[in-house]
């Protein structure tokens, strides 16, 4: 069984900065892409960053700029740093992969989430 667990979130300032770990662990043969989204109740699932797995990165506009998607592929880990926080960026943070778990069999998988507030 695969598991993404995410660590790295908490309270800090609006202008100050985070970053979050999204390790998986598990039986993976290798993992494609990577993704970042946010959830603000109410509202749908955002797709912030993505990167593959040869480091390929994209962003959505509403973090282009202050936030950075990095991996250690010998850790499967991804990574997202977060700079020039905003009190907008308050959400529940998700990792998301695309795990190769055997030679031919690709799965999605989702991390639980870890909350970012930001306020002063």
């Known amino acids: 069984?695969?598991?993404?667990?995410?660590?790295?979130?908490?309270?800090?300032?609006?202008?100050?900065?985070l970053r979050l770990s999204c390790a998986?662990?598990?039986?993976i043969f290798s993992i494609n892409?990577?993704?970042?989204?946010?959830?603000?109740?109410?509202?749908?699932?955002?797709?912030?960053?993505?990167?593959?797995?040869?480091?390929?990165?994209?962003?959505?506009?509403?973090?282009?700029?202050?936030?950075t998607i990095s991996r250690d592929n010998a850790k499967n880990t991804v990574y997202l740093q977060m700079n020039s926080l905003k009190p907008e960026d308050t959400a529940v943070y998700y990792c998301n992969a695309d795990i190769i778990e055997a030679a031919t069999m690709m799965v999605n998988y989702w991390g639980q989430g870890t909350q970012v507030t930001v306020s002063s």
């Open 1 to 17: 069984q695969v598991q993404l667990v995410e660590s790295g979130g908490g309270l800090v300032q609006p202008g100050g900065s």
């Open 33 to 67: 892409t990577m993704r970042w989204y946010r959830q603000v109740p109410g509202k749908q699932r955002e797709l912030l960053a993505d990167i593959s797995s040869g480091g390929s990165t994209s962003y959505a506009d509403s973090v282009k700029g202050r936030f």
């Open 24 to 27: 998986a662990s598990g039986i």
